[in-house]
C-alpha cells in the first residue's frame, strides 16, 4: 500500500498560501480572468502612454465618426476619440470600484466582526432608553419597571421635541403646537413598536444593532435609493452642491459616489463576517484563546480574523464587480460621474443620446464593463474553489 | 405560525417607518426642491410669489417638521399630490404606473424561470459535459451583463437595425383596446334623454321631419358594453358611431402590440435572472444528487429519469422556490434601470422622473413600496420554507 501516505505528507499550515495559488491557477477561466483584469488596469494606469488623442480634444468637423485607422472606435457628439476616452474612463471607473470594494470591505469586516464576536452580549451603553436594564439583560421582573421604562420614554420624547422646538421655525404657535404633539406622539408611538418588536424579544446587543440596520438598510431597494442619494449632491448650482465643490473642485462627482455606494456596499461583507465569526466562536482555538486570558482585541485580530480571511476575498471579488456596474449605471442615468470627466458609464450615457447615428459607439464602453465584471465574477468562483475545494461545484 | 407571521409583520413597521425617515430626510437634504425650480424656470414668477408657494408646500419649514406632517398625513393614507402630474401621488403610482411594472416584472420572472430551471438541471445531470461548460459560460456572462448596456444593444438590434420592435414606450399612439362600434346614429337632432335599460342604454334623438313639420323621437338602443360620450343636449349626425366598445379582436391587437413593446425589456430584466436561476437550479440538484436516498432510489433499480426528476429534483427545488421571494428585491432594482432604457412607463421610470423633476411626494410613496416588497418577499420565503421544509420550525 503504497498509495496511502502522499496526501499526508503535504504539509498542512505553512504551505496553505502556496496550495490556494496551485489551485486557483489549475482553473483556467480564472486565470485568464485574472490576466484581463491586470490588462484592463495597465491599460487605464498607462492610459497618457497609450491614449491616440487626449480624451477631451474636440474636433467639430469630425463628430460620430466609424471605426477607422485613425479612431480606432470611432469619435462621439463632440469628435472626441472614443478609445482614447474609454482609457481614461477605466481609470475612474477602476479606482472608484477599488476604493469602494476597500471601504466596503474594511467596514463590513470591522462592522461584522463586532457583530459576531459580541452577539448574545448586551450593549454597555447605559445612556437613556438603551440601558442594559431597560434592554431586559437584567432586573426586568422588578415592578417598578414599567413606570420608570416610561417615565424615561416621555423624558426622551420631550427632550427630542424641545429641541426640534428650538431650531425649528413655525408659521404660527398653533402650528408648533401641532407639530411637537404630533412629534411627541409619534416618537413614542415608534419608540413602542420598536421595543415589542425588537428589544423585548431579542436583546439589545450590539449583533442586534448591526443586523437591524443590515435589515433596514436591505429593505430599501438599492438602486432607486441610490437614485435619490446622487441626486442628493448631483446639483452644482445650488446648497450643498456648492460647499462640495468648492472643496473637492472636479473630483466631487467621483467622490461622492464613491460614498454613496459604499454606503450600500459593506451589508453583504458585513453579513458574511458576523456569519463566519458566529461559526468560528465556538471553535475550540478560540475558546483556548479565551481561556488563556487572551484579550478582545487579540482573539478577534489574531485568533478569528485570520480565519475569516477566506470568505472576505471572495466577497471582495464579487463586491468589485457590483461596484463597477453599479457606478456604471449611475453614471449612465446621468447621476453619477459627471462630464468632462469620463467613465464608462457616461461615455455610455452620451453614446446612448446619439444611439440613431452611430449605434456601434453603445457597444465599446459595456464590453469593457462587461470584461472587468466577467473577470472579477471568474477571480471570485476561481478563489473560492481554491480556498474551499469542497464548495467546487 | 400565525405567532411567528404576526410578529414579523409587527417588525415590519419600525423598519419601514426608519426607511421613510431616512430618505424623506435625504429627499429634503436635497438642495433645491420644486418651486425653486418651477421659479428657475419662469422669469415671471416673484420672490413673494415663490415664497408664498414654498408655504403653500410647507417647504419652508425644516426637514424633520415637514416630515412629521407627511407622516402624520401618510398613516391616514394621504401621501401627498404629485406636483408633475397634478394627481394624488398613492393614485398616479398605484392607478398608473405599479400595473405595468408587476406586468414587466412577472414577464421576466417567468421567462427567467421557464429558462432558467431546466438549463439549470440539464447542466446538473450532465455535469461536466459541453453543454455543462456551455451553460456555466453563458451564465457568468448573463450575471456580469451591466443590464442597461444589454438593453441597449437589444434596441440596437432589434429596433435600429432589424425594425422588428418598436424601440420603446407602452403601447402604440392612441393604441386602445376600444374601438369605435360599427353602429351608428342613423339621424340629426339633439340628444334628448338617456337613460339605462336592461339591454343597454337608449339614448332618445330629437327629430325634425321637414315634411310633416314637426319634431318626433327616435330610440337608440347603445349595446351593454358601450361606451358612449354624448351627453343629453348634444347633437348627433348621421355616420356618427354609437360609442367606443372592446370587441375580442380590438382587445387582441390592442394586447400583442402591448406585447410588442413588452418583449425587449422583459428579455433584458430576465437574462440577470436567468443566469442566477441556471446556477442555483443546478448547485441545488448537484448537492441533493449525493445524498444517500438517491444512491439507495439508485440501488433499488429506478430508472435514471425516475430518480432524477421524482427523487432528486423534488427535494432540490424547495430551496430553489424559496428563493423566488428573495429575487424580488433584484427584479425591481433591475426594472428601474431597464423601464429607463427603454422609456416604459413603470414606478421605476416614475421614481426616475420624479427625482429629475423634483417632486417627491411619487418618490416616497415608489421607495417606501419597493421596500414594503422586499419585506414581504423576504417573510414569504421564511413562511415557504417553513412549509415545504418540515425540519424548520418557527417559534
Redesign the interface.
Known amino acids: 500500500m503504497t498509495v496511502t501516505g502522499t496526501v499526508a505528507l503535504e504539509p498542512r499550515r505553512a504551505s496553505g498560501w502556496a496550495l490556494i495559488r496551485q489551485r486557483f491557477l489549475k482553473h483556467r ?1 480564472a486565470t485568464v480572468s485574472l490576466v484581463i483584469l491586470a490588462l484592463l488596469i495597465l491599460l487605464s494606469v498607462f492610459a497618457p502612454l497609450i491614449a491616440p488623442y487626449s480624451p477631451s480634444q474636440i474636433d467639430a468637423t469630425n463628430v460620430y465618426a466609424a471605426s477607422n485607422s485613425e479612431h480606432l472606435m470611432g469619435t462621439d457628439a463632440l469628435g472626441r476619440d472614443i478609445f482614447s476616452r474609454l482609457l481614461y474612463a477605466g481609470r475612474i471607473s477602476l479606482l472608484v470600484g477599488f476604493v469602494v470594494t476597500i471601504l466596503s470591505a474594511l467596514i463590513g469586516t470591522g462592522l461584522g466582526l463586532l457583530a459576531g464576536f459580541y452577539s448574545g452580549q448586551p450593549l454597555l451603553a447605559a445612556v437613556g432608553p438603551f440601558s442594559p436594564q431597560w434592554a431586559g439583560a437584567r432586573h426586568t421582573e422588578g415592578r417598578s419597571f414599567w413606570p420608570k421604562t416610561i417615565i424615561r420614554w416621555l423624558v426622551w420624547a420631550a427632550l427630542i421635541a424641545f429641541v ?1 422646538r428650538a ?5 404660527s404657535v398653533a402650528d408648533g403646537v401641532f ?1 411637537t404633539v ?2 411627541v406622539i ?1 416618537v413614542a408611538l ?1 419608540a413602542l ?2 421595543y ?3 428589544i423585548r ?1 431579542i436583546r439589545l446587543d450590539i449583533d442586534s444593532v448591526i443586523s437591524r440596520m443590515i ?2 438598510f ?8 441610490l ?3 446622487a ?2 449632491f448631483s ?1 452644482p ?6 460647499t462640495l465643490d468648492q472643496w473637492l473642485g472636479p473630483a466631487r462627482s467621483v467622490t461622492v459616489i464613491i460614498f454613496v455606494l459604499t454606503l450600500f456596499g459593506w451589508l453583504s461583507m458585513a453579513r458574511i463576517v458576523r456569519g463566519t465569526i458566529l461559526n468560528l466562536r465556538n471553535a475550540e482555538f478560540n475558546e483556548a484563546a479565551i481561556g488563556l486570558g487572551a484579550s478582545d482585541a487579540r482573539v478577534i485580530l489574531r485568533h478569528l480574523l485570520p480565519n475569516a480571511v477566506a470568505p472576505i476575498f471572495v466577497q471582495i471579488t464579487l463586491d468589485l ?1 457590483h461596484a463597477i ?1 453599479a457606478e ?2 449611475l453614471s ?2 446621468g447621476l453619477g460621474i459627471q462630464e468632462p470627466t469620463a467613465s464608462w458609464g457616461n461615455i ?1 450615457n452620451g ?2 443620446e446619439a ?2 447615428q452611430q ?1 456601434t459607439a ?2 465599446w ?2 464590453l469593457f ?2 470584461l472587468t ?2 473577470s ?3 477571480i471570485g ?1 476561481g478563489l473560492r474553489d481554491a480556498i474551499d475545494p469542497r464548495s467546487r ?1 | 405560525m400565525l405567532n411567528y407571521t404576526l ?1 414579523r409583520i ?2 415590519m ?7 421613510s425617515l ?2 424623506f430626510a ?2 429634503q ?4 426642491n420644486f418651486v ?1 425650480d418651477l421659479k428657475l424656470s419662469n422669469p415671471n414668477m416673484t420672490v413673494q410669489e415663490a415664497d408664498n408657494l414654498r ?1 403653500a408646500y410647507g417647504l ?3 426637514w ?2 415637514q416630515y ?2 407627511w ?2 398625513h401618510a398613516v391616514q393614507g394621504d401621501f401627498g399630490v404629485s406636483r408633475k402630474q397634478y394627481i394624488p401621488a398613492a393614485t398616479f403610482v398605484v392607478q398608473q404606473r405599479m400595473g405595468n411594472t408587476l406586468l414587466l416584472g412577472a414577464g421576466a420572472l417567468t421567462l427567467s424561470l421557464l429558462i432558467g430551471i431546466p438549463l439549470g438541471i440539464l447542466s446538473a445531470v450532465k455535469q461536466y459535459s459541453v453543454l455543462d461548460y456551455v451553460t456555466t ?1 453563458f451564465a ?2 448573463g ?8 438593453g ?2 437589444l ?2 438590434v432589434f429596433s ?2 432589424l425594425k422588428v420592435l418598436p424601440a420603446g414606450g407602452l403601447s402604440s399612439a392612441n393604441a386602445s383596446p376600444l374601438v369605435s362600434t360599427e353602429a351608428t346614429f342613423d339621424a340629426t337632432g339633439p340628444v334628448t334623454k338617456i337613460e339605462p335599460a336592461s339591454d343597454g342604454t337608449r339614448v332618445t334623438v330629437e327629430i325634425y321631419d321637414a315634411d310633416k313639420g314637426a319634431a318626433e323621437d327616435k330610440v337608440f338602443t347603445l349595446p351593454a358594453g358601450v361606451k358612449s360620450d354624448v351627453q343629453v343636449g348634444d347633437y348627433v349626425s348621421p355616420g356618427q358611431p354609437y360609442g367606443r366598445s372592446v370587441t375580442v379582436a380590438s382587445w387582441l391587437t390592442y394586447a400583442l402590440d402591448r406585447l410588442k413593446y413588452l418583449v425587449l425589456p422583459t428579455v433584458a430584466l430576465a437574462v440577470i435572472q436567468i443566469a442566477t436561476w441556471t446556477r442555483f437550479m ?2 441545488a440538484l ?1 448537492d441533493v444528487i449525493n445524498q444517500d436516498y438517491v444512491r439507495t432510489a439508485r440501488a433499488k433499480g429506478l430508472r435514471e429519469s425516475r430518480v432524477i426528476y421524482k427523487h432528486a429534483l423534488r427535494n432540490a427545488l424547495i430551496p430553489v422556490i424559496t428563493l423566488i421571494g428573495l429575487s424580488l ?1 433584484g427584479l ?2 433591475g426594472a ?2 431597464t423601464e ?2 427603454f422609456n416604459y412607463p413603470g414606478m ?1 421610470l416614475a ?2 422622473q420624479s ?2 423633476d423634483k417632486d417627491y411626494n411619487p ?1 416616497m410613496v ?2 417606501l413600496l ?2 414594503l416588497i ?2 414581504l418577499a423576504n417573510l414569504l420565503t421564511d413562511l415557504a420554507y417553513a412549509l415545504l421544509s418540515p425540519r424548520i420550525r418557527f417559534s
Do not use: C, H
Not at chain 2, 437634504?29 to 433645491?32: D, E, I, V
Open positions: 477561466l426640534i431650531t425649528g421655525q413655525f408659521a407639530v404630533t412629534w409619534g415608534a413598536i420598536f415589542f418588536t425588537f424579544s435589515d433596514i436591505l429593505a430599501i431597494p438599492t438602486l432607486p435609493f437614485l435619490v442619494l441626486g442628493l446639483n448650482k445650488i446648497g450643498l452642491g456648492v464587480g456596474v456604471a449605471a449612465f442615468l455610455l453614446a446612448q444611439i440613431f449605434p453603445v457597444f464602453p459595456g464593463i462587461l465584471t466577467l472579477t465574477n471568474y468562483d461545484g | 410578529k409587527a417588525a413597521v419600525p423598519i419601514l417607518l426608519a426607511v431616512l430618505v435625504l429627499i437634504l436635497q438642495p433645491g425653486d408655504r419652508d419649514q425644516p424633520y417638521v412629521g406632517k407622516l402624520g459560460f457568468f456572462v450575471f456580469s451583463l451591466p443590464v442597461f448596456w444589454f441597449l444593444m434596441l440596437i435600429v437595425n443546478r448547485a448537484l428585491p425591481v432594482n428601474v434601470i429607463t432604457v421605476g421614481l426616475y427625482i429629475l418618490a415608489i421607495l419597493l421596500a422586499t419585506l
